[in-house]
């Protein structure tokens, strides 16, 4: 997995999801949202870019080194505003995230 020259390159915001091999919760979260997600008025709003937690790292000014796999951070103009450590399930993850795109202050009534 390479990481984009669009993701060094933070103007925007997006959703940053740090990920590695054979993660488990990884792995779920792919089955059960990614490719739905880009479909999505979250997905228009914060579009994913990820990264390989063990071998790359983004041009982004974290608040606190990432530890965990899945995070899911929203960044924007390269620096983190909040994140998400892990993958609670499909159920919650949806209100979770918009929580955190509201606090962000990103509007989803625009990306439709």
Known sequence: M???STLLAAADSYLLMA???GCYW???WDKEI???YPKTPEGKAAPLKRYDLR???PDVDFKQRVTFTPTFIV???????NRLEG???EDFFWGLLSQM???AGIDLGEAN
């Open 19 to 21: 990920e590695e091999d």
């Open 87 to 89: 993958y609670p399930g």
């Open 26 to 28: 990884c792995a779920r």
């Open 101 to 103: 795109l509201s606090r």
């Open 75 to 81: 960044v924007s103009d390269g620096k983190e505003v």
């Open 2 to 4: 390479a990481l984009s």
């Open 34 to 36: 990614s490719q739905i």
């Open 55 to 57: 071998s790359e790292t």
